[in-house]
């Protein structure tokens, strides 16, 4: 539905969705129009951000408060204005049944022949490319930066026939390095001319190189026990029996030869995590969230609590609208801002400030090296 159907409606009725909520006012070159062309504006940086992939309609709750100006019959807007969209949770919002407005679009992506691979430290071979499921030849069709990890594809054809080309790696991931040791011992003994048996044991030990593994990493300590045996003789039982089949007639004796193979695996896990073999799911080692209290950019002024009037009067002061100057009445008075450091150099030639205006500690800078005197910096 490109269109809302209420003729009765002077401000919505015969106009596209997109031309109600503001967002076609240009004409195909570009130009004002007051008609628009029933296309969206794309506008870079005003109406569309491409990098992020965003679409910014230019009104303020364009299905909330915008949409609902538009309307004359409050019985009518409230079939469309979806408010709690914006002053809701989004379970709240889908339960409503005004979750009615669909946006649809299609994006094109510019191609480049280089591919970030998104790792570093790759081994040497164990990058493959394919076209269209057709394995490509390194240095003929791609090379590979197995350093930075990018592939660089320098067959134009491949690039130009818009064919899907597929990357798949093995990466050896700089955080995730074990030192491992791999021993094995193979044993062999022949009880006759016809009989031999052998034995196998391989050893395999991880170490990390913290404590603290996650899930799915836990470094292994297993071993494997290996039994086989081997048996071979002549048999002229069988020679004779075969002779006997019609038309067959055969001039070198039979043999029979057995072979037979065992394995055992024993696993465990490294010493390095415990007896129990302790892993993490999560430690929690990043979960804390700084706030510079020097960077004023990042402030906001708080709003004020709702549904408190004992304690915040005035919320209900301005229940009507929140959009006046009342709304903030007995708010705390509050300043942030920087002081350029560079006012208070003796070599500054703009500002002149007198040395009691330059030692004033309200506004003066004040040093690292002036609060822990006996700290040692590193150089940089």
């Not at 691979?117 to 057709?134: E, F, H, M, R, Y």
């Not at 067959?248 to 490294?270: C, D, Q």
């Not at 500002?351 to 004040?366: D, F, G, P, T, Y």
């Amino acid at each position: 539905m490109r269109q809302l159907a209420e003729p009765n409606e002077p401000n919505i009725a015969n106009k596209s969705i997109i031309r109600v909520l503001n967002a076609d006012n240009l004409n195909t070159s570009g130009d004002a129009s007051p008609y628009g062309d029933g296309i969206f504006d794309y506008v870079e940086g005003i109406t569309v951000n491409s990098q992020t992939g965003r679409i910014i309609l230019p009104s303020v709750e364009p299905f909330g408060r915008y949409l609902e100006s538009k309307f004359q019959s409050a019985t009518t807007a409230s079939k469309y204005v979806f408010k709690e969209l914006y002053d809701s949770t989004k379970t709240v919002a889908l339960a409503q049944g005004k979750n009615k407005f669909k946006l649809k679009g299609s994006y094109q992506s510019s191609s480049g022949s280089e591919i970030s691979l998104n790792a570093v430290n790759i081994p040497q071979g164990s990058v493959k490319v394919t076209a269209g499921g057709t394995e490509l030849v390194e240095n003929q069709d791609y090379t590979v930066d197995y350093n930075l990890g990018r592939v660089k594809i320098i067959n134009t054809s491949v690039l130009n026939s818009a064919t899907p080309i597929k990357v798949s790696l093995e990466s050896n991931s700089l955080f995730s390095v074990q030192s491992k040791t791999l021993m094995g011992s193979r044993f062999d003994y022949k009880i006759s001319k016809d009989f031999a048996i052998g034995g196998t044991v391989l050893h395999l030990n991880e170490r990390p190189i913290t404590r603290k593994v996650n899930i799915g990493d836990e470094p292994i300590s297993n071993t494997m026990l290996g039994f086989d045996g081997t048996y071979r003789t002549k048999s002229r039982f069988i020679t004779k029996m075969i002779d006997k089949i019609p038309f067959i007639n055969t001039k070198e004796m039979s043999s029979v030869s057995l072979n037979g193979e065992f394995a055992y695996l024993i696993p465990r896990h490294s010493k390095a995590i415990g007896k129990k073999g302790n892993a993490y799911i999560d430690n929690f080692e990043g979960t804390q969230s700084t706030i510079p209290l020097n960077i004023a950019g990042q402030w906001s002024i708080a709003s004020v609590p709702r549904f408190q009037s004992t304690l915040f009067p005035e919320f209900d002061y301005v229940a009507s609208t929140h959009d006046t100057l009342g709304y903030g009445y007995n708010r705390a008075k509050i300043a942030w801002y920087n002081v350029d450091p560079t006012a208070f150099y003796r070599s500054n030639s703009t500002v002149s400030l007198s040395a009691a205006e330059r030692s004033n500690h309200n506004v003066r800078q004040i040093s690292e090296k002036e609060l822990f005197p006996k700290r040692q910096y590193s150089n940089g």
